[in-house]
């Protein structure tokens, strides 16, 4: 855990979206869980697909207090992260072709 963090304070993708993914889905409290979509966030900036497709969920279905719900933003993240070639957002996009959330 200590690389991943050390990596992720330092930029790294990968860090960003392993350590990010830990703590947002598996962290102890709301700070952890919300430094972790920060750091997804951060990793989505930097064009990952995985990232991109998460951080539309986030927008999608409004994340307190850094991602509240826009579905402008989720639309293109989901955009973004589809064509980096990442498959749910293919989908999502496919099956929700005028709209985000459905």
């Keep these: 855990m200590k ?21 947002h889905f598996r962290g102890a409290d709301p700070q ?3 430094q972790g979509a920060l ?17 539309g969920k986030f927008y999608e ?10 579905l402008a933003k989720a639309r293109d993240c989901f955009q973004q992260a589809a064509d980096a070639g990442h498959p749910l957002a293919q989908s999502h996009l ?3 072709p005028g709209n985000v959330s459905g």
């Design 3 to 23: 690389l991943f963090r050390y990596g992720a304070e330092r930029g790294d993708c990968v860090s960003l979206i392993t350590y990010g993914s830990l703590l």
């Design 32 to 34: 952890s869980r919300t």
């Design 39 to 55: 750091y997804l966030q951060a990793a989505a900036e930097q064009g990952d697909a995985k990232a991109l497709w998460l951080v």
């Design 61 to 70: 279905e409004g994340l307190a207090p850094f991602f509240k719900k826009d």
């Design 94 to 96: 496919e099956t929700n």
